[in-house]
């Protein structure tokens, strides 16, 4: 049986499979549907505690990773002087610094992200409960 042959028989295959009927992969938890996340919800504390680390722990321990590779290549550099080694060392190097840039840049963005997560979801909250405002005091009789 040749390739186009046996392509042939299974996409015919998933053809009459999808025609015949309908698969569910999953019934909802409750009616209504819903899934296993009815709310959404957030949990600063968690987020607060995700940037302190980056903070903390992950940025100057990069730093500190960085800063320890250029004292041997800079001292590797200088005795391969005049040598297409000590300009391949120095090459490498540069381009080692740029990655390590790169990577404390994400890391600020992944942090700001984080902190400023939760202010966004507080700022949402007070937006959502001003636009009910109209309809509380309908209800309430005020």
């Not at 046996?6 to 549907?33: D, F, I, Y």
């Not at 840049?105 to 966004?120: H, I, N, Q, V, Y």
């Amino acid at each position: 049986m040749s390739f186009d042959d046996e392509w042939a028989q299974h996409k015919n295959a998933a053809m009459e499979r999808q025609s015949s009927s309908t698969r569910l992969n999953q019934l909802p938890v409750e009616p209504g549907g819903g899934g296993s996340r009815p709310d959404l919800a957030t949990a600063p504390a968690r987020k607060k505690a995700a940037a302190n680390t980056i903070e903390k722990d992950v940025q100057p321990g990069v730093k500190a990773a960085a800063d320890a590779g250029d004292a041997g290549t800079d001292g590797a550099v200088a005795e391969f002087k005049g040598w297409d080694t000590a300009s391949g060392l120095k090459k490498a190097h540069e381009h080692w610094d740029g990655q390590v840039k790169r990577l404390m840049a994400r890391l600020d963005s992944e942090k700001a992200g984080l902190r400023e997560m939760s202010s966004m979801f507080k700022e949402n909250d007070i937006v959502t409960g001003a636009g009910f405002a109209p309809t509380r005091s309908k209800v309430s009789g005020v």
